[in-house]
């Protein structure tokens, strides 16, 4: 069974730093591409964050480009978000989501972990 | 970028009914569509990708359709289980963007 299960979440002083991560499990994780995606509270989806299979490429949303980094370790089987210079903007639900892959191409964002609540206040 | 506008934003409809929700894209994203449906304190769930292919053990009553710049998310007869919140997704380019949602609401 595909599992991903993120922590690292909680409250976080506006100009701290917080890193989330993922643990991935029941599926060849070096096999996928992942993505962050958030939710703010009562809002839509945001995506985050991009990271290839092998680490080669990553982006990021403009919202969080520059004080972000998105990074995984296949032998740990784990994706993880450093998220630096924190704001009450970034205060929402995070979400780790592997990429689906269909005959060589991406299909849509096909297991999400439970989501990891960061809030950003003082 | 681009942008995903999303509607309509609510939609009140009953058990039995058939309802569409419509996605259009600021530009060109060939099918790179996917939807997904929300439910409140879970994650999203994959319902279509491709814009028209079904993921597995989504029921069939769900449909997507189009291609380039409109998309169309079909539901129909409606089960009390699908009255949730319903998000589309182009994954055509970098940065991957999301519609607002449309709430699927008991009426």
């Known amino acids: 069974e595909v599992q991903l299960v993120e922590s690292g979440g909680g409250l976080v002083q506006p100009g701290g730093s917080l890193r989330l991560s993922c643990a991935a499990s029941g599926f060849t994780f070096n096999n996928y591409n992942m993505n962050w995606v958030r939710q703010a509270p009562g809002k839509g989806l945001e995506w985050v964050a991009y990271i290839h299979s092998t680490s080669t490429t990553m982006y990021y949303a403009d919202s969080v480009k520059g004080r972000c980094t998105i990074s995984r370790d296949n032998a740990k089987e784990s994706l993880n978000l450093q998220i630096n210079d924190l704001r009450a903007e970034d205060t929402a639900v995070y979400y780790c989501?592997?990429?689906?892959?269909?005959?060589?191409?991406?299909?849509?964002?096909?297991?999400w972990g439970q989501g990891a609540l960061v809030t950003v206040s003082s | 970028d681009i942008q995903m506008a999303q509607s309509p934003s609510t939609l009140s409809a009953s058990v039995g009914d058939s309802v569409s929700i419509t996605c259009r894209a600021s530009?060109?994203?060939?099918?790179?569509l996917a939807w997904y449906q929300e439910k409140p304190g879970k994650a999203p769930k994959l319902l279509i990708y491709k814009a028209s292919a079904l993921q597995g053990g989504v029921p069939s009553r769900f449909s997507g359709s189009g291609s380039g710049t409109e998309f169309t998310l079909t539901i129909s007869s409606l089960q009390t289980d699908d009255f949730a919140t319903y998000y589309c997704?182009?994954?055509?380019?970098?940065?991957?963007?999301f519609g607002q949602g449309t709430k699927l609401q008991l009426k």
């Open positions: 989501a592997r990429e689906a892959f269909r005959s060589g191409f991406p299909g849509g964002f096909d297991y």
């Open positions: 530009q060109s994203v060939s099918a790179w």
């Open positions: 997704h182009q994954y055509s380019g970098y940065p991957y963007t």
